[in-house]
Every structure is written in structure tokens, then in C-alpha cells.
């Protein structure tokens, strides 16, 4: 059996047109084409393997992709994030989008408010997380690679731990039981 790969169209055209110079040039052209398609296909392999492919080649591939929020020290899980959506993070580059993507990223668990959601000056945000567990240093973190994302008009105030929870709803309940009360009086024998 021939694989698409190694097929050659040239072989498999009617025996009137094998002679015809013009149809040989398409069959020609449509193989490469289809050889080109087979190379991109192979190479797609390891972005569809994100998930189980080991961490050193991870590693490389945050450096063929440039993936702005990598570091080596991230746990396997975070960078497989990173790595997966290196991508659509430089198409939304400059975006609110992209400046969640870096919180959930750094924090796990974030988003933004802009200026006109909490009263600030214009091109002001703040950044909120609801992860008990960031520290100081993540938070550094995410202000270096904060600006390697967001636009240079765009100015971060402040990072903010939200740990607040609803509001409690008391709730009230009674229990009435009326009945009679009957009085057994045995009788001795």
C-alpha cells in the first residue's frame, strides 16, 4: 500500500492525460502541496501532545515560542498552561484579556478591574486574586512579567488579596407541637 506521503499523482492519471504536459504540472503541484501539508501536520503533533510530553521539551518549546511569562522554576503544570497558550496570548497582547491570562497564570485564581470599575484615574487597573496562598514573592513576579504584557498606557495601582466571603444569612426556626396529654391509670389485680 502507498502512504499519502510517498503517492505521486503523475501515477495515478488516466493514460490519455500522463502525456499531457499541462495536467502532469498540476499533479506535480498538488503533490508538493500535499507533501507540505503532511510535513505541518507531523510538526502540529507535539502542540496536540502538550499534555504529555515531558518536561524538558516544555522547556524548549517556551523557548521556540517565547513564551513571555516562563520560568524554569514553575511547577510542570503551570507551564504546560503557559506553553498551551502562548499563542493566543501574543494575539491578545496589550489586552485586559491578556493581563488575566498572566494573573491565573501567576495567582491561579484572578482578574482585573479597570479604571472605570473602581473609581480610578483613566489607564489605571488593579488586580485582584482570591488565592490565599500568594505571597510577596508572586507578587513580584507578576509585576515583572506584568509589563511585558500590558500596554505601556496602562498603569497597575495596586495588587489586592480579596478574602472577603458572602454575607452570612441567619436563618430562624421555631418548632410547635401541641397535643393532649393522657393519663394511663392501671389497675392492680
Known amino acids: ?47 496536540i501532545a502538550i499534555d504529555s510530553v515531558p518536561e524538558p521539551v516544555l522547556d524548549l518549546l517556551a523557548v521556540e515560542l517565547r513564551t513571555p511569562v516562563y520560568k524554569q522554576t514553575y511547577s510542570v503544570a503551570i507551564k504546560r498552561a503557559l506553553v498551551k497558550e502562548s499563542l493566543i496570548f501574543y494575539d491578545q497582547m496589550g489586552t485586559p484579556a491578556a493581563v488575566n491570562r498572566i494573573i491565573e497564570a501567576v495567582f491561579g485564581v484572578g482578574y482585573i478591574k479597570e479604571w472605570w470599575e473602581c473609581g480610578l484615574q483613566p489607564h489605571h487597573f488593579k488586580a485582584y486574586t482570591t488565592n490565599p496562598a500568594v505571597t510577596a514573592a508572586n507578587v513580584q513576579e507578576f509585576k515583572e512579567v506584568l509589563n511585558s504584557v ?23 426556626g421555631f418548632f410547635v407541637h401541641t397535643g393532649d396529654i393522657v393519663t394511663l391509670n392501671m389497675a392492680t389485680m
Open 150 to 172: 500590558k500596554r505601556l498606557s496602562s498603569w497597575l495601582d495596586e495588587v489586592v488579596l480579596d478574602l472577603s466571603t458572602d454575607a452570612a444569612q441567619p436563618k430562624v
Open 1 to 47: 500500500m502507498t502512504e499519502l506521503k510517498d503517492s505521486r499523482f503523475t501515477e495515478l492519471l488516466p493514460s490519455d492525460l500522463k502525456n499531457d504536459t499541462e495536467t502532469q504540472a498540476f499533479a506535480y503541484a498538488v503533490s508538493r502541496q500535499v507533501q507540505q501539508v503532511i510535513r505541518f501536520a507531523d510538526a502540529a503533533c507535539i502542540y
